[in-house]
């Protein structure tokens, strides 16, 4: 059993940065692939990005090319999300999720496990 821990949220000003945290711990050999996504009050979990733990392969949304970066250190088994240039509207509850391989990548169903979430908040 894999659980995973979000930390790094919290209040910025637009135009800001953020670095979001998501530490796997337990079974955390079994998962192939770690996804970011996020989900602002009344609308549906969308998919940021997605990083495999043994190459370090990338895929990110087209939405947040060139301002949101993925990254992970094995021997934390930490994942990283580095955000920039922050605007409001990307104030939203930002989650790490696990998968076992490196299909469907951005369908949140398709992800076994679930941290409990992040809340970022950008101001204007």
């Known amino acids: 059993q894999v659980q995973l821990v979000e930390s790094g949220g919290g209040l910025v000003q637009a135009g800001g940065s953020l670095r979001l945290s998501c530490l796997a711990s337990g079974r955390s050999d079994r998962n192939y692939a770690m996804g970011w996504f996020r989900q602002a009050p009344g609308k549906e979990r969308e998919f940021l990005a997605a990083?495999?733990?043994?190459?370090?392969?990338?895929y990110y949304a087209d939405f947040v090319k060139g301002r949101f970066t993925i990254s992970r250190e094995t021997v934390e088994n930490t994942v990283y999300l580095q955000m920039n240039r922050l605007n409001p509207e990307d104030t939203a509850v930002y989650y790490c999720?696990?998968?076992?391989?490196?299909?469907?990548?951005?369908?949140?169903?398709?992800?076994?496990?679930w941290g409990q979430g992040t809340q970022v908040t950008v101001s204007s």
């Open positions: 990083i495999a733990w043994p190459t370090g392969s990338t």
């Open positions: 999720a696990a998968k076992k391989n490196w299909y469907t990548l951005r369908s949140p169903t398709n992800y076994d496990t």
